[in-house]
């Protein structure tokens, strides 16, 4: 288990996610003051984006971290095209949420509500728009909850996918059920036990899994969506059971690693589906984290494994974005907030484009001028290429 762990109240603890190569603690100076409320960088898509939220119970099973629950419950939030412009904008979190990730995040000196204030840019429970839309599922790092990937699942819906995110019921500092419930984080005090990364992802594929079969009943947006083409991405876990889920069910036609060290077992046939890995330099051909190569060899269709430099665990999600609204100062990511953002997005949503709606997509083939921190690597011993 790679796990990193940071005790200072810097961006650094925002960066502890279990399930990623180790990375030493940085330290980090802190601002005199917050700036204020954080704004999402803007989609860039030609579609508004809506969102709502769905509350799911799987009776089938038992939740496997509350063992007084005969069910596992789930809030599922989607995000999709829309025509409505004006309207109320979805939270980012609610005050109970930032106060809750915040206090086990360590991080202090701010109001705990502040990330409650956080601008977002999808228009909530607004109409959907659209037909035949491709599906991407999003799951989040250990102890995230789902929102830190909000400026992700924003740009998608803007192109013209619909994009469901789990929060993964007691694996993150807080997630709300129903009726305003909240609940915290079991495993947090078992991620060092043996087999953890390998029970939870299996645990997140069968959420995924379950989730495919409610979603068109749930949801009364779902005729829009065109099931064949569902795709899969996830951070840190979340990208290590984008495997699993892949392992498991073929209705995941597409998956995206964004720097999560991988647990599930690709069969000895292989997995032809497309799949891209993205990660930080600790996920270099050769570096600490060994899984990548290892699955390499497993892929048997289109694969891509890039590395950004300079980029950090968390580059992948919404956190450096806030750290000035946390008046947190730089962390050891080399690699500014807003570009990792923008990086992230392009190649995610070339990856999508490609392999879901047909679409071409040059700047997966190679290096590129335009973005000269992202580097192609061919594992076997050659060098990444710039």
């Known amino acids: 288990m790679r796990h990193l762990l940071a005790v200072a109240a810097s961006l650094a603890i925002l960066a502890s996610a279990a399930c990623s190569a180790p990375t030493p603690p940085r330290s980090a100076g802190v601002s005199p003051t917050p700036t204020g409320p954080a704004v999402l960088p803007a989609p860039t898509g030609a579609h508004h984006v809506g969102t709502t939220v769905l509350h799911l119970k799987d009776t089938s099973r038992p939740d496997p971290w509350d063992l007084d629950a005969d069910a596992r419950e789930l809030k599922v939030t989607v995000w999709y095209p829309t025509e409505q412009r004006e309207g109320e904008r979805a939270p980012y979190m609610t005050a109970q949420e930032s106060e809750l990730f915040l206090k086990g995040s360590r991080i202090a000196g701010v109001p705990y509500d502040t990330l409650s204030e956080t601008r977002t840019h999808a228009v909530r429970d607004a109409e959907p728009a659209g037909r035949k839309l491709p599906l991407v599922v999003l799951s989040p790092g ?33 997630t709300t059920l129903t009726g305003g419930r909240v609940a915290e984080c079991l495993a947090c005090d078992s991620d060092t036990d043996p087999g953890f990364g390998a029970g939870v992802v299996q645990g997140r594929a069968a959420d995924v899994s379950f989730v495919l079969d409610r979603l068109p009943s749930q949801w009364d947006g779902a005729h829009l969506i065109d099931r064949s083409r569902i795709a899969m991405a996830g951070q840190s876990i979340g990208g290590a059971s984008t495997v699993a889920a892949m392992v498991r069910d073929p209705r995941v036609r597409a998956g995206i690693d964004l720097d999560g060290t991988t647990y599930a077992r690709i069969p000895k046939s292989g997995l032809s589906r497309p799949f891209l890995f993205v990660g930080s330099p600790e996920h270099v051909p050769g570096g600490r984290d060994t899984t990548w190569e290892r699955d390499w060899k497993l892929l048997t269709g289109w694969k891509r494994w890039i590395v950004m ?11 450096p974005l806030l750290a000035d609204a946390l008046g947190i100062g730089p962390p050891g990511s080399a690699l500014p907030a807003a570009r990792a953002s923008e990086l992230t997005r392009t190649y995610v949503a070339a990856f999508l484009d490609q392999h879901l709606k047909g679409r071409r997509q040059p700047v997966l083939d190679g290096p590129s001028s335009r ?16």
Do not use: M, W
């Open 371 to 386: 973005y000269p921190e992202v580097e192609h690597c061919a594992p076997g011993g050659e060098a990444c290429s710039p």
């Open 309 to 319: 430099t300079g980029a950090d665990h968390q580059s992948f999600t919404d956190l």
């Open 142 to 174: 250990f102890t995230k909850p789902l929102s830190t990937l909000t400026s992700l699942a924003e740009e998608l819906a803007s192109r013209g996918y619909v994009v469901a995110g789990i929060d993964h019921t007691h694996e993150s500092h807080v």
